[in-house]
């Protein structure tokens, strides 16, 4: 491990356009220490979701959006490389919402809707949760099955056009 994590941080707002490479910067910061409760991790796949666009345009969303100047995060695979935090062991996969860095430090908050969950090894690639098993993919089911109240029958079109783009 070197002494620098990359992080990839906002530039500026991207309100009415597609983002561009010179809207983002790759910054170089001390590797991040980790304290009791917490969890050192490294990333193995990133997920791009329609809603992380949503928070790099400065405008008004559900979610906050991103400051500019501070890392993106975004649902994520990540292996952790050094805990403090009684659930969670070196060596252990997990997802949640994390900051697009080479490093990053995650511990229980208020405002981590997602959380950090471990990731059980029978389910194929990591990056698969954050595709087939992720969250996107979970909204649909539950969509089709508990609200749409399908019937036997009856044909559903569903479109993967809007989403996530996993990295």
Do not use: C
């Not at 036997?152 to 996993?166: H, R």
Request: hydrophobic share 40%; proline share 9%.
């Amino acid at each position: 491990m070197s002494n620098t994590s990359r992080f990839v941080t906002l530039h500026k707002y991207v309100p009415y356009r597609a983002l561009q490479p010179d809207d983002l910067v790759i910054e170089h910061r001390p590797n991040p220490s980790i304290q009791a409760g917490q969890v050192l991790l490294q990333p193995i796949a990133f997920s791009v979701d329609p809603v992380t666009q949503n928070r790099l345009t400065g405008r008004p969303g559900f979610l906050p959006q991103i400051a500019l100047g501070a890392p993106i995060d975004g649902p994520a695979v990540r292996r952790v490389t050094d805990s403090r935090h009684p659930d969670h062991s070196v060596g252990d996969l997990v997802v949640g919402l994390m900051d697009w860095a080479s490093y990053s430090v995650w511990h229980p908050s208020d405002d981590d809707f997602l959380g950090l969950s471990k990731i059980d090894g029978r389910l194929g690639k990591p990056s698969h949760m954050l595709g087939v098993y992720g969250i996107n993919e979970l909204t649909a089911y539950f969509g089709i099955i508990e609200v749409g109240d399908v019937q036997p029958g009856e044909a559903v079109l569903i479109s993967s056009a809007a989403g996530p783009s996993v990295r």
